[in-house]
């Protein structure tokens, strides 16, 4: 079964701090992997794109790295902001059914002053 | 904003009640989904529509039913719906091809309550 597993489900960092949020996954063949931020009560909004051959990609504070030998993936968030406080979900797109796309359950990050 | 709005953001309806969910994308995309986010569970595809047909039903019960009059607009009509139904529910678009970044664009979903 096709799966993406998301770690940690929860996170409280303080503003200012960075965090690394983790996606493993098992959708293979897949065509590329994506982060999307949602925030409360909004719908999910694209911060990076990589493909199988890409191993990192940057969106401002947003850093994502992708092994695809170990089917792992990181978000890295650098210098956070109380507006980073969103949930954050890693979404695996497979070779065959292009729009069917695979999600994660998300991490919810809480910045706190 | 995405270019893809919802309407309406909240709706509270009794199991008995009709109730339609409207979606429309003002991006020029010709493939529109309808997702199923539940508390801390990752979003369920529903419905795919490309160039007006539909060519994805993911399993989902009778009482939910898709339609799309053209390629910017997507309705989901809602009837004898259950308890377990209440959900954010979730618009998307995207271009319908094959392209290796054909990135979906998502609305802010539709609130549901079911008493």
């Known amino acids: 079964k096709n799966q993406v597993e998301q770690s940690p489900q929860s996170l409280i960092i303080l503003e200012g701090k960075n965090c690394t949020l983790q996606?493993?996954?098992?959708?293979?063949?897949?065509?590329?992997l994506r982060w999307y931020k949602q925030d409360t009560g909004r719908g999910p909004v694209s911060l990076t794109i990589?493909?199988?051959?890409?191993n990192t990609k940057s969106n401002g504070r947003y850093t994502a790295t992708l092994d695809a030998d170990t089917k792992q993936s990181s978000l890295h968030i650098t210098a956070s902001q109380l507006s980073d406080s969103a949930s954050y979900i890693c979404?695996?797109?497979?070779?065959?059914?292009?729009?069917?796309?695979?999600f994660g359950a998300g991490t919810r990050l809480a910045v706190h002053p | 904003e995405t270019g893809v709005t919802q309407t309406p953001r909240h709706l509270v309806m009794g199991m008995t009640n009709k109730k339609s969910l409207k979606c429309e994308q003002h991006?020029?995309?010709?493939?529109m989904y309808w997702y199923k986010q539940s508390a801390k569970k990752p979003l369920e595809l529903m419905f795919v529509?490309?160039?007006?047909?539909?060519?994805e039903n993911n399993s989902v019960p009778s009482r939910f039913s898709p339609e799309c009059p053209n390629s910017s607009h997507l309705f989901l009509h809602l009837h004898t719906l259950q308890p377990e139904d209440s959900a954010l529910y979730l618009c998307?678009?995207?271009?319908?091809?094959?392209?290796?970044?054909?990135?979906?664009?998502f609305g802010p979903g539709t609130r549901l309550t079911v008493l």
């Open positions: 998307a678009s995207s271009q319908a091809s094959s392209g290796r970044l054909n990135e979906q664009f």
């Open positions: 996606c493993n996954y098992t959708v293979s063949p897949f065509s590329n």
């Open positions: 990589m493909t199988f051959s890409e």
């Open positions: 979404v695996v797109s497979p070779q065959s059914g292009y729009n069917k796309l695979i």
């Open positions: 991006l020029g995309h010709n493939a």
């Open positions: 529509y490309n160039f007006k047909e539909q060519t």
